[in-house]
Nanobody, 124 residues
Framework: QVQLVESGGGLVQAGDSLRLSCAASERTFSDYVRAWFRQAPGKEREFVAGINYGDTPVYADSVKGRFTIARDNTKNTVSLQMNRLKPEDTAVYYC??????????????????WGQGTQVTVSS
């Protein structure tokens, strides 16, 4: 497992942008599939986006075209640029990782490293 620390959440208005960042303690973080999940009040945690060793991204349909996930291996980070935010994007956002290079799973059960979460609130 690797320690993950998220930053960048906050309160914004609908249509605004936010950028989340997740820093890892592991030097071999480049070998990890990295992902973002979110959990809204009263709902299950859901997959938002993931990225693999080859920088191939996968997105949930609900965020496709608005969110962008990216890796920076020099800084051991993964970011989530969120544009055109909607009230339904309001949730606690979690960074997650698993020590494999290629397959990006949308199931949270397949990730064994998690950050503490950062709150994103989008007002209408």
């Amino acid at each position: 497992q690797v320690q993950l620390v998220e930053s960048g959440g906050g309160l914004v208005q609908a249509g605004d942008s936010l950028r989340l960042s997740c820093a890892a303690s592991e030097r071999t973080f480049s070998d990890y599939v990295r992902a973002w999940f979110r959990q809204a009040p009263g709902k299950e945690r859901e997959f938002v986006a993931g990225i693999n060793y080859g920088d191939t991204p996968v997105y949930a349909d609900s965020v496709k075209g608005r969110f962008t996930i990216a890796r920076d291996n020099t800084k051991n980070t993964v970011s989530l640029q969120m544009n055109r935010l909607k009230p339904e994007d309001t949730a606690v956002y979690y960074c997650a990782a698993v020590a494999r290079r290629w397959f990006i799973s949308s199931s949270d059960r397949e990730y064994d490293s998690w950050g503490q979460g950062t709150q994103v609130t989008v007002s209408s």
